[in-house]
């Protein structure tokens, strides 16, 4: 059997977090193992299922406080664990020095996976970025843009973000139970799913989910993630007057069954990679506007329309109405998995690494 180490921040529920997840799960472990390197182990992250599924997690010390150290202990794994395949995850090049610290311990194939398109670290991003060309076997990307941001004018290949389409097959049943559960039954539901971080631009997001409430009374905003934010966003909501309209949900497992009593799918980002919630709500049939910052990449349906950060709010919200009020839900996860989103054809080629 093969073990594959990937690198990362920490195992906490997000994007490329949830990538690495979708895979391990449709994976045949009976073939391949995934073991985890994490910088910070937090409550509600994924560890517990990593080892729950035969996988291992190491905890390095914080790369910010303790660099010799970090860089030391990865080539440790990497050699006691006789590691032939490392994959470094990030949204910017500085942790490629973990690939220098594979390559010390022996790895063969050390492949740098990048998850977005920019980064509020960007210095050490184009310093490290001149290490790609030899510290590194393989680049991955989520998107062209990710591509050429991480990469610049060097080869890579085009990895995408796939869900386990089935889950979110839209159910008529399903909606109406978990409105009624929430009692959000004669509610018009607007959601976002995202960590609580500034690149999500949540400020945005609520003030313009007050000019939807100011058009239509019966808006509700679920918030669905967790981060740092959470006060600053819950502040915002109170001074606007709609904290009772925007429900902070916390991390959750039933994403799926939230996606089905939604009425539309808000995400205006400041910069993404390839965002997997987008194909989700795709996926689930839901209208989906979205900022023109992100990639049209993301686009595989008809569903999604972008608008520029620089619109007007109301611009945001006559939109945002018009497409909840406007939209028949259907299944669409036929044409998600044409394009490429479906995670089980994505776990066999991983399985090739």
Wanted: with cysteine.
């Amino acid at each position: 059997m093969k073990r594959i180490l990937h690198i990362v921040g920490g195992m906490y529920p997000g994007g490329l977090e949830n990538f690495i997840m979708n895979i391990y799960r449709h994976i045949d472990r009976d073939k391949v193992q995934f073991d985890v390197i994490v910088h910070s182990i937090r409550e509600g992250d994924h560890t517990p299922e990593i080892e729950s599924l035969g996988g291992k997690v190491y905890l390095a010390p914080r790369k910010s406080r303790h660099p010799v150290a970090n860089f030391l202990y990865i080539r440790k794994v990497v050699k006691q664990g006789k590691y032939s395949v490392v994959v470094r995850h990030s949204d910017n090049a500085f942790p490629v020095t973990d690939m220098i610290a594979a390559k010390m311990g022996g790895a063969k194939r050390r492949i740098y996976q990048s998850h977005s398109s920019d980064s509020s670290l960007k210095a050490l991003h184009y310093f490290f970025r001149h290490c790609m060309g030899w510290a590194v076997t393989d680049r991955f990307a989520c998107s062209e843009n990710a591509g050429r941001w991480m990469y610049k004018n060097r080869d890579f290949k085009v990895v995408k973000n796939a869900i386990e389409v089935e889950k979110y097959t839209f159910n008529e049943e399903v909606r109406n139970r978990v409105r009624k559960e929430w009692g959000l039954t004669d509610k018009l539901v607007f959601s976002h799913v995202g960590l609580y971080i500034p690149v999500k631009n949540h400020l945005f997001l609520v003030r313009f989910f007050a000019e939807i409430e100011k058009k239509r009374e019966d808006a509700v905003l679920l918030l669905i993630g967790e981060g740092d934010l959470r006060e600053t966003i819950e502040a915002e909501a109170k001074r606007l007057g709609i904290e009772d309209k925007v429900i902070l949900t916390g991390i959750r497992k039933d994403v799926p069954e939230l996606l089905q009593m939604t009425d539309a799918f808000l995400f205006p980002s400041i910069y993404e990679g390839l965002p997997l919630s987008i194909i989700e709500a795709q996926a689930a049939g839901l209208p989906c506007l979205i900022s023109s910052a992100i990639t049209k990449e993301v686009i595989v349906t008809d569903l999604v329309k972008q608008l520029s950060l620089e619109d007007d709010p109301e611009i945001w919200a006559e939109t945002a109405i018009e497409m909840a009020s406007g939209t028949v839900r259907k299944d669409r996860t036929e044409e998600i998995g044409k394009a490429g989103y479906d995670v089980s054809e994505l776990a066999k080629w991983y399985e090739s690494l």
